[in-house]
Structure formats: C-alpha cells, structure tokens
C-alpha cells in the first residue's frame, strides 16, 4: 500500500511561483508512475503531468507546458511539481497520483492511477 501526502500549494499572486511535493509512505515510488490532477471548483478533475519511473519521461498538458516542470527525487522518495509564471486558471486543489509504471498505460487517464493523496490547495491571485 501507498500513502501520498502532497504540500507546497498556498496563496500566490499571477506570475509567481510554487513548488508542490508528493512524497510517498508505505513503500518507495521505484517503478510506480506518479501524476499530478488538479481540480478546480465546479469542474472535472483534470490531468496536468505525470512523470514515468523507467527513463523519466513527463508529459504535461498544454496549458501548462513551459510553465510546469514534474522531477523526482528519489533520495527522498518524492515527486515534485514546480510551477512557474503562474495564472489566476491554475487555481485549483492539485493532487498526485501513482502507478506502477509499465508500457501501454495510458497516464493521462485519472483511472490509470490506483493510489491518491488528499490534494493540496493553490489559489493565484490576479
């Protein structure tokens, strides 16, 4: 079994930055695929980025490309999203998700993911 706990969202103005972690208790991200979801009020769950244990490939939204950068550390069994130039839209609770990681898995998809932390929430003022 897999605990995440996310942390690092907070109040940020438009432009600013934040640095979200995922870190993971339980038993090590080794192998697993970890997403990042947000969630903004009144709308779907929405996939943002999700970087692949094997080879490290990341994959991010095209809202968020060239903004967002998805890295790990796997010293300190954690995944971390920094998010840059930030925008008023990116307000949302963000959650990171993970997976075992193995070809064909769709890591778009919020089913693909079997264990969920409680989100953190990131609030951009304009």
């Known amino acids: 079994q897999v605990q995440l706990v996310e942390s690092g969202g907070g109040l940020v103005q438009a432009g600013g930055s934040l640095r979200l972690s995922c870190v993971a208790s339980?038993?090590?991200?080794?192998?697993?695929?970890v997403g990042w979801f947000r969630q903004a009020p009144g709308k779907e769950r929405e996939f943002v980025g999700a970087?692949?244990?094997?080879?490290?490939?990341?994959y991010y939204i095209e809202s968020v490309k060239g903004r967002f950068t998805i890295s790990r550390d796997n010293a300190k069994n954690a995944v971390y999203l920094q998010m840059d130039s930030l925008k008023p839209e990116d307000t949302a609770v963000y959650y990171c998700a993970a997976t075992v990681d193995y070809s064909g898995k769709d890591y778009y998809a919020a089913p693909t993911y079997n264990y969920w932390g409680r989100g953190t929430q990131v609030t951009v003022s304009s």
């Open positions: 970087i692949r244990w094997f080879g490290g490939s990341t």
């Open positions: 339980g038993r090590t991200f080794s192998g697993y695929a």
